[in-house]
T-cell receptor, first 105, second 122 residues
Framework: IQLTQSPSSLSASVGDRVTITCRAS??????LAWYQQKPGKAPKLLIH???TLQSGVPSRFSGSGSGTDFILTISSLQPEDFAAYFC?????????FGGGTKVQI | EVQLVESGGGLVQPGGSLRLSCAVS????????MDWVRQAPGKGLEWVGR??????????EYAASVRGRFTLSRDDSKNTLYLHMNSLANEDTAVYYC??????WGEGLDPWGQGTLVTVSS
């Protein structure tokens, strides 16, 4: 299953609302996770099952979607949110990741 | 505290072999699925493989790009996961992460180790 993320990069300002999309090449129900990765660090799980916020993740992050189209939304971008974001399908093997979205200032 | 610590990375020549380790503390790996994910320099994430837990017979899944060359194993008594890599090629150069998975479809990988760098070069 191929995952296509868009955009591949975006520029935004503190306080902006940011949306990142992830499209699957076939239906994956809600079996999708979102990760944040900062430079030189391991990825961090933000959202699983498409819309369930991982414990400790700020509520400004939200996920939605089902089937083939998914969205990660950051309601009000904070300085610590500038990072790369990846989606991952956990519906069938091989598990696959989207190409990533780099959120820049 | 839950912690995953990878080790074993380094410089290896094309065609060579390497074994990575992922030492886990804070939970018992026998109860959990464990995954390896890699990231080539400046690139995205690539899932490498999964070792299911004891309850699911320790069965494994692999990405097509590594199947037949890489092997996952684990030593539950040491609470350590291993990635045995053979016939390494330049395109295997990456940071390799281990992460805890789950038997529930749709749940992500959490937590992750800090990664270990493998460089394949002559």
């Amino acid at each position: 299953i191929q995952l296509t993320q868009s955009p591949s990069s975006l520029s935004a300002s503190v306080g902006d609302r940011v949306t990142i999309t992830c499209r699957a090449s076939q239906g994956i129900s809600n079996y999708l996770a979102w990760y944040q990765q900062k430079p030189g660090k391991a990825p961090k799980l933000l959202i699983h099952a498409a819309s369930t916020l991982q414990s400790g993740v700020p509520s400004r992050f939200s996920g939605s979607g089902s089937g083939t189209d998914f969205i990660l939304t950051i309601s009000s971008l904070q300085p610590e949110d500038f990072a790369a974001y990846f989606c991952q399908q956990i519906n069938s093997y091989p598990l696959t990741f989207g190409g990533g979205t780099k959120v820049q200032i | 505290e839950v912690q995953l610590v990878e080790s074993g990375g380094g410089l290896v020549q094309p065609g060579g072999s390497l074994r990575l380790s992922c030492a886990v503390s804070g939970f018992s790996i026998s109860d959990h699925y464990m995954d390896w994910v890699r990231q080539a320099p400046g690139k995205g994430l690539e899932w490498v493989g999964r070792s299911r837990n004891k309850a699911n017979g320790y069965t494994k899944e692999y990405a097509a790009s590594v199947r037949g060359r890489f092997t996952l194993s684990r030593d539950d008594s040491k609470n350590t996961l291993y990635l045995h890599m053979n016939s390494l090629a330049n395109e295997d150069t990456a940071v390799y992460y281990c992460a805890r998975g789950t038997s529930n479809w749709g749940e992500g990988l959490d937590p992750w180790g800090q990664g270990t760098l493998v460089t394949v070069s002559s």
